[in-house]
C-alpha cells in the first residue's frame, strides 16, 4: 500500500518489490496470480482499512453525536498518508472494475455520514447534502494537509469548526 500510494502502479514493479524484500520473483507468484490481482488485493485491503475500520470504530460510541465527533476525529486526523486516492482515481480511468469499486467506497463513507447525521435529527435530504460537501470538502482539505502533521488542538479547533458549520445547524 505504501508503495502504491507514493507513486501508483509504477512503484508496483514486481521485481523491484522482490528485491526489496530480499526475495525471489517466484515467491511473489507463489502468493499472488499476477501482477493485477495483487493491484486488486491492495485495494482491496485499503478499504478496508479506510473504510470499515473507521465506521466500525465509531460503532462503539454511544450517541450519533458522539460517533460523528469519532468519524470527524478519524478523517481530519490522520495525514501523511501518500496519495492512495489519487493513483486509485487514476488506476480507475483505465479499468471499470476500479472505478465501480472508488465509486462504492465514496457512495459507502458518505451514507454513513448521512445515517448518522439523520441519527442526530438532521433532515434525511439535508443530511444527504452535508455528507457530500463534507466528503469533498475533505477531499480537498486532504490534498491540501496531506504533508503536514497536525497537532491535536489543531484537528478538533477544525472539527469543532466543521461541527458549528454543517453539523449542529
Given at each position: 500500500?505504501?508503495?502504491?500510494?507514493?507513486?501508483?502502479?509504477?512503484?508496483?514493479?514486481?521485481?523491484?518489490?522482490?528485491?526489496?524484500?530480499?526475495?525471489?520473483?517466484?515467491?511473489?507468484?507463489?502468493?499472488?496470480?499476477?501482477?493485477?490481482?495483487?493491484?486488486?488485493?491492495?485495494?482491496?485491503?485499503?478499504?478496508?482499512?479506510?473504510?470499515?475500520?473507521?465506521?466500525?470504530?465509531?460503532?462503539?460510541?454511544?450517541?450519533?453525536?458522539?460517533?460523528?465527533?469519532?468519524?470527524?476525529?478519524?478523517?481530519?486526523?490522520k495525514t501523511k498518508r501518500g496519495d492512495f486516492l489519487f493513483?486509485?482515481?487514476?488506476?480507475?480511468?483505465?479499468?471499470?472494475?476500479?472505478?465501480?469499486?472508488?465509486?462504492?467506497?465514496?457512495?459507502?463513507?458518505?451514507?454513513?455520514?448521512?445515517?448518522?447525521?439523520?441519527?442526530?435529527?438532521?433532515?434525511?435530504?439535508?443530511?444527504?447534502?452535508?455528507?457530500?460537501?463534507?466528503?469533498?470538502?475533505?477531499?480537498?482539505?486532504?490534498?491540501?494537509?496531506?504533508?503536514?502533521?497536525?497537532?491535536?488542538?489543531?484537528?478538533?479547533?477544525?472539527?469543532?469548526?466543521?461541527?458549528?458549520?454543517?453539523?449542529?445547524?
Amino acid at each position: 500500500m505504501e508503495r502504491f500510494e507514493q507513486g501508483g502502479m509504477d512503484q508496483l514493479i514486481v521485481e523491484k518489490m522482490a528485491t526489496a524484500l530480499g526475495c525471489s520473483k517466484s515467491s511473489f507468484y507463489w502468493y499472488f496470480a499476477n501482477r493485477s490481482s495483487y493491484i486488486r488485493q491492495i485495494v482491496e485491503t485499503w478499504k478496508a482499512q479506510t473504510t470499515q475500520q473507521v465506521m466500525t470504530s465509531s460503532i462503539n460510541h454511544a450517541t450519533a453525536d458522539e460517533r460523528i465527533r469519532e468519524v470527524l476525529t478519524q478523517m481530519f486526523g490522520k495525514t501523511k498518508r501518500g496519495d492512495f486516492l489519487f493513483y486509485l482515481r487514476k488506476l480507475s480511468l483505465k479499468d471499470d472494475s476500479y472505478r465501480s469499486l472508488l465509486n462504492e467506497v465514496e457512495q459507502m463513507r458518505m451514507e454513513f455520514m448521512k445515517e448518522l447525521l439523520i441519527q442526530q435529527g438532521m433532515q434525511p435530504e439535508k443530511a444527504s447534502q452535508r455528507s457530500w460537501m463534507l466528503y469533498h470538502y475533505y477531499l480537498g482539505w486532504y490534498e491540501r494537509h496531506k504533508q503536514e502533521t497536525l497537532s491535536e488542538e489543531a484537528i478538533q479547533q477544525h472539527i469543532h469548526m466543521i461541527w458549528t458549520e454543517w453539523i449542529s445547524n
